[in-house]
Every structure is written in C-alpha cells, then in structure tokens.
C-alpha cells in the first residue's frame, strides 16, 4: 500500500511562500500539497526528494492532515509532522546519476522506500 508522498524541494529561495526543506524542517509540516481524498486517508509518511543533490534525503512521520488555506483548490492540504523530518542514513539517488528524478509528488511504500537502492526501484511495476 502506498503509504508515503514524495515531494520534490528546489534549493532554497529564501521567501516565506515557498515550500520546501528548510522550510519543512523549521515549521514541522509540508503546505499546500494536491492530494486526492483517497491518498490522504492512505499517506503516513513524507519523504523529500531534493532537486540539487538528485536524491530522497529526509523523511517524517504524518501526525495529521488538514485542509489547506488555498480556497480555489479544497485538495491542497497541509501534512503536519509528529516529529522532526529527519535525513535518511542513505540517501536514495537516481540510479547510476541516470533517469530522471522525482518531478511531481509521487507515491511509494514506507517498506519500499526503506529497501531501495536508488530512485528505480520505487518505480518498479511489480508493485502494488
């Protein structure tokens, strides 16, 4: 079961209206994320892939989901963290600096994530 969102975090632009790492490590949550009703009844996890580095570097706990303030869009959602984000002790890259990165919010398992070598074997189509 895909248990888990991958967000993809560009380099910092140092402006309180963008999202990303340091802002999800400073704040403990991830704003304004499109999610559909059934993936956010299934999402436990956050795993952030950053652009700069072509890897999956953290990963929290999803502690709740609310709606978000983005009135035009009711699927936007805020996740709030029961925790700190913290670095994976293996970072999950493309496989050989080959393929593409996480372009959009994707979705894994926790199991998945945990066992990957690099990015590809998330994609896997043998997957549930």
Do not use: C, N
């Amino acid at each position: 079961m895909d248990d888990t969102v991958i967000m993809p975090a560009a380099p910092a632009t140092h402006t309180d209206e963008d999202w990303g790492l340091d802002r999800a490590l400073k704040d403990g949550r991830w704003e304004a994320i499109l999610m559909a009703r059934d993936k956010q009844e299934r999402v436990k996890y956050l795993a952030v892939y950053q652009t700069a580095d072509s890897a999956i570097t953290h990963l929290a706990r999803v502690d709740r989901i609310e709606l978000g303030q983005d009135l035009r869009d009711p699927r936007k959602v805020v996740l709030h963290f029961d925790g700190p984000l913290r670095p994976l002790a293996h970072p999950i890259r493309i496989a050989g600096g080959l393929g593409s990165g996480v372009q959009g919010r994707e979705y894994t398992s926790l199991y998945d994530l945990l066992i990957a070598r690099d990015i590809g074997d998330l994609r896997r189509t043998d997957r549930e």
